[in-house]
């Protein structure tokens, strides 16, 4: 039988198929081979005695690690403007791996209700420059969502961003029931309590939506010198132009791109991250 992976606790894998849902274990040899089942999975099942058996794991689409998730065609990056304070570095991190990985990314604004409205503007503006979508939500009243639903149809889509910013909420909210646990953010610190523990995919408007834990750091180490450009989609319109066809838009003459940042056709704070990335991958890495 084929199926969905929907969530996994504890070793326990709970699978999809078109009959029901199946409390699965995983066959040993995934061990061997290192290849752990992730939430999204595509899978062959067998059923033994009532119990089930994940014995294949179909090739994925795509792989994200923080969350750990696979096969999502989509992933809506959920800010809150404050409480927690906005990391505009976490942002650009997990914008470059959603290129890495050819997701389509939304990014939604949440807690509206908790900066003035010019400031709200001063954000979008800057999302809007590097050339991504935007929604601004206010999860707690459910002002905003229908948008979100509007892009969930024939996608697989996961929430994921910092702890504390509105996540579960905002699921809730979509499917019109608690179906996640929500939790306060800690009020000294301002920062989330890690309510949510796991991935969990919920089938909605022709599409699954998966909730997934809050993280504070995403490694974009694995990710090659000569690749990351292609992750700042903003440089598309100038990169193919440089004097040099293998210019990484850093030290080079002749650079196009580094032209647009002058004439602040793009972004510092974004051009400034490509070279702070760069360096630290050219310094991790011995390129030869
Ligand atoms: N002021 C305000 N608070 C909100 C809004 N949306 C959510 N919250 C609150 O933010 C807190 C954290 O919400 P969660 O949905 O648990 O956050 P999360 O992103 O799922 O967090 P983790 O599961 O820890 O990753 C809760 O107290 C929510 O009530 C909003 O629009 N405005
Ligand atoms: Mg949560
Ligand atoms: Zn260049």
Redesign the pocket.
């Known amino acids: 039988m084929k199926g969905i992976i929907i969530k996994g606790i504890a070793g326990f894998y709970y699978v999809k198929t078109d009959e029901k849902v199946y409390e699965c274990k995983a066959r040993g040899k995934f061990r061997h081979e290192e290849l752990s089942p992730l939430v999204g999975d595509k899978v062959e099942i067998v059923i033994e005695n009532e119990k089930g058996l994940i014995t294949e794991i179909f090739k994925r689409s795509t792989e994200l690690v923080r969350p750990a998730i696979a096969n999502v065609t989509q992933a809506i990056i959920?800010s809150?403007v404050k409480?927690p304070d906005f990391n505009t570095d976490l942002l650009n991190k997990f914008l470059i791996l959603c290129e890495a990985n050819g997701l389509n990314a939304i990014i939604c604004f949440?807690?509206?209700?908790?900066i003035p409205k010019e400031e709200l503007e001063n954000k979008i503006s800057f999302v809007k420059s590097i050339g991504y979508e935007v929604l601004c939500?206010?999860?707690?009243?459910g002002?905003g969502i229908d948008e979100i639903r509007k892009h969930l149809s024939g996608n697989v889509t996961v929430?994921c961003?910092?702890?504390?910013?509105?996540?579960?909420?905002?699921?809730?909210n979509i499917l019109g029931r608690d179906a996640?646990?929500?939790?306060?953010?800690s009020e000294k610190a301002k920062r989330?309590?890690?309510?949510?523990?796991h991935c969990e995919l919920l089938e909605i408007e022709g599409g699954y939506l998966a909730?997934?834990?809050?993280?504070s750091s995403l490694d974009v180490a694995a990710i090659g010198k000569d690749d990351l450009q292609y992750c700042f989609p903003e440089f598309k319109n100038y990169q193919n132009e440089c004097k040099f066809s293998t210019c990484m838009h850093y030290k080079e003459p002749g650079c196009q791109v580094k032209k647009a940042l002058e004439e602040n056709r793009i972004n510092k704070n974004r051009y400034d991250f490509y070279i702070k990335t760069l360096e630290e991958i050219l310094s991790r890495r011995e390129w030869k």
């Open positions: 959920v809150a409480n949440n807690k509206i209700d908790l939500t206010k999860a707690k009243t002002e929430l961003g910092p702890s504390g910013v509105g996540k579960s909420t905002i699921l809730n996640m646990k929500t939790g306060d953010i989330g309590k890690h309510t949510t523990r909730d997934s834990p809050g993280f």
